[in-house]
């Protein structure tokens, strides 16, 4: 199975703080296809998880603009550009290429 | 709006069986897979499986073959996971999502205790 390893399991920061998560897989996630499906969710506390980024760097539509999403083969990075009080919780990322498909542990955010 | 519900909470006992439903809405319900994942207590997500809503054929992850059963009631949008012979370990809160996983269920919590 696919090893996704995130770091750092967890970050505390200010609000206004800019937040760096880092998702690494044990092979390359670009499909056949030509489709990298890396994806990031976040999971509020008490909540189900939500959906952020899909394939790298797509966001959805509900997503604010402060998230962006990076990377390649085995390497990605979710960003936000200023942390909110909203964005607290634990984020995930997940690869979508080979089955099963594959969870890292997670990144909990806190406000400092 | 496309929405997941699932059943409720569930208290069983070591060697029962339980079945958890998940109903979609706002979208062609056989147009999309239905992946299921597992979040023990204080941990992690786990993938499960899926099944493909249009033809009703299951895949499982390893971890997840022979008590786990993936099912449909399609006429009613309604993905079920099934799990016999309960134990311990299966305690847990249970997601389905749609495939993609753009869209999650709030979760079933399921209490494994004798």
């Known amino acids: 199975d696919v090893v996704m390893t995130q770091t750092p399991v967890s970050l505390s920061l200010a609000i206004g703080q800019p937040a760096s998560i880092s998702c690494k897989s044990s092979?390359?996630?670009?499909?056949?296809?030509?489709?990298?499906?890396l994806n990031w969710i976040l999971q509020r506390p008490g909540q189900s998880p939500k959906r952020l980024i899909y394939?790298?760097?797509k966001l959805y539509s509900e997503v604010p603009d402060r998230f962006s999403g990076s990377g390649s083969e085995t390497e990605f990075t979710l960003k936000i550009s200023r942390v909110e009080a909203e964005d607290l919780g634990v984020y995930y990322c997940?690869?979508?290429?080979?089955?099963?498909?594959?969870f890292g542990a997670g990144t909990k955010l806190e406000l400092k | 709006q496309i929405q997941l519900v699932q059943s409720g909470p569930e208290l069983k006992k070591p060697g029962e069986s339980v079945k958890i439903s998940c109903k979609a809405s706002g979208y062609t319900f056989t147009n999309y897979g239905m992946y299921w994942v597992k979040q023990a207590p204080g941990q992690g997500l786990q993938y499960m499986g899926w099944?493909?809503?249009?033809?009703?054929?299951?895949t499982y992850a390893d971890d997840f073959k022979g008590r786990f059963v993936f099912f449909l009631e399609t006429s009613a949008s309604t993905a079920y996971l099934q799990i016999n012979n309960l134990k311990n370990e299966d305690m847990a809160t249970y997601f389905c999502?749609?495939?993609?996983?753009?869209?999650w269920g709030q979760g079933t919590l399921v209490t494994v205790s004798s």
């Open positions: 999502a749609r495939g993609g996983a753009a869209w």
């Open positions: 092979q390359s996630l670009l499909g056949t296809s030509g489709k990298t499906f």
């Open positions: 997940w690869q979508g290429t080979h089955f099963p498909y594959t």
């Open positions: 394939q790298v760097s």
């Open positions: 099944i493909n809503t249009e033809t009703g054929k299951p």
